[in-house]
């Protein structure tokens, strides 16, 4: 049976904290954890829905005695570059195309904020997805071992890097690797929440780090790789040229 990791983006204390906890606590009913995608410092006006909730990092600190990792969600989640990047599905980024340097002191950056919150993360997770070699090794500079983002069924490695492959916004029905499911809990509602949370009983749920103790087979990790980052690239260009289409035959008003 394939392996489900749990994966929650955007992480901070202006989220859409009651739908957070909505999450949360259905997870914890069912003996589930997930991985926190925490942004240390969030300067996107996009992502600020509430008032900062004071209880946040106490929660956040909370969570991870109990089993729920914290992965450090790059920076600011503010993008200044659009660049080519590792995955190449977007190309803006808040690291892609930056010299060294820079990558490897705005990591520290986030770092040490969560570090002052009683919280040490191993684990990066790109705002965007969008990261390159550059980024790589400016993690490897600051101490990180896992990286949820990759293509592939089974984890590998990226020099000293660990490569936990994420695929799909929400878990599907394959019976093959381990694959991470990417949620973005602001844009749903109770009730998808609710289904989604409930249809996780059909899965074999593991956390991050136990997926990244489950290399697949060399030959078929390094197919799998190229198969679906050709079937996924080739996906987004086709609905990209589908909007261009739709965009162009509008009607103007």
Not at 20 to 42: D, K
Not at 102 to 112: K, M, N, S, T
Request: aromatic fraction near 10%; glycine fraction near 8%; include cysteine.
């Amino acid at each position: 049976m394939a392996k489900l990791v749990i994966r929650v983006d955007d992480i901070h204390p202006r989220m859409k904290w009651a739908t957070f906890m909505r999450f949360v606590e259905g997870l914890s009913r069912r003996g589930f954890t997930a991985t926190l995608g925490v942004i240390p410092e969030c300067m996107d006006a996009q992502l600020c829905h509430d008032a900062p909730r004071k209880e946040f990092w106490d929660t956040i600190r909370q969570l991870s005695t109990e089993g729920w990792i914290v992965a450090q969600h790059g920076y600011r989640h503010v993008y200044d570059i659009s660049h080519a990047n590792y995955l190449g599905i977007r190309n803006r980024s808040e690291f892609a195309g930056h010299p060294l340097d820079i990558q490897a002191e705005r990591l520290a950056a986030g770092a040490e904020i969560l570090l002052a919150e009683g919280l040490r993360s191993d684990v990066f997770m790109a705002p965007w997805h969008t990261f390159d070699n550059t980024t790589l090794k400016a993690l490897e500079r600051t101490g990180f071992r896992y990286v949820t983002d990759g293509y592939g069924f089974w984890p590998y490695s990226e020099g000293e890097l660990i490569m936990v492959p994420q695929l799909f916004a929400r878990p599907h029905g394959w019976r093959l690797g381990v694959y991470t499911s990417c949620i973005h809990l602001d844009g749903m509602s109770d009730v998808e929440i609710e289904r989604m949370v409930g249809g996780l009983q059909r899965f074999e749920v593991v956390s991050l780090y136990e997926a990244a103790k489950l290399p697949g087979p060399l030959t078929m990790s390094v197919l799998s790789r190229h198969a679906t980052k050709t079937a996924i690239l080739a996906r987004r260009l086709v609905w990209d040229q589908i909007k261009k289409v739709r965009a162009a035959v509008q009607p103007t008003r």
